[in-house]
């Protein structure tokens, strides 16, 4: 029996990066994968952005924060937000969830934000699919890909994720 975990899909290897490329880490794939039982997501494929496409980017627009392409050529925030807090609502049956570190849609912290006017970014930006899914479930375990090769937020993490699945069970 596994638990099910949510995890951004490029980290097992998919190849639904903008580069059509994929972020496969082994340790979440084949280290973390005997115990999980993973439920994969990209959310810029699930709104019909293919791969490859424009990088998309944060940007600070009056007040608001925007998905654009880097290029200009689109805007997704709409679409991107609809898709995120409707999936995020349906994932109360997974325990945890893994997230693509520094992404504008799936990053949890730090993700570069944009100026309006191109004056440049500072890292204080969240992915949307990120906060609307921390939003929707805020005491699910989450944690970002690269801070899980440190040992110890990597126990506590797989920690919270068991606790919260019995938590669950409880319910
Ligand atoms: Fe898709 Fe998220 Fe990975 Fe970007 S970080 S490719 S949106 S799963």
Not at 34 to 53: K, Q, T
Not at 111 to 128: C, D, F, H, Q, T
Not at 145 to 162: A, H, K, Q, T, Y
Request: with cysteine; hydrophobic share 40%; charged share 25%.
């Amino acid at each position: 029996y596994k638990i099910k975990v949510g995890i951004s899909a490029c980290l097992l290897g998919q190849e639904v990066r903008f580069d059509g490329g994929h972020k496969r880490s082994s340790f979440c794939d084949r280290d973390l994968g005997a115990y999980f039982d993973y439920h994969p997501v990209c959310p810029e494929m699930a709104i019909g952005l293919g791969a490859p496409r424009a990088a998309i980017r944060l940007v600070k627009r009056n007040g608001e924060v925007r998905a654009e392409a880097s290029n200009g050529s689109f805007d997704v925030t709409e679409k991107l937000i609809a898709f995120s807090e409707q999936k995020a609502r349906q994932l109360d049956f997974i325990s945890g969830y893994i997230l693509c570190a520094k992404s504008p849609s799936c990053g949890m912290e730090r993700v570069k934000l944009y100026g309006a006017n191109n004056e440049g970014s500072a890292k204080e930006g969240i992915g949307l699919f990120a906060k609307a899914l921390m939003e929707a479930n805020p005491l699910l375990p989450v944690e970002e890909d690269g801070r899980l090769n440190d040992p110890i937020l990597r126990e506590n993490f797989v920690l919270r994720v068991f606790a919260y699945h019995d938590w669950q069970q409880l319910c």
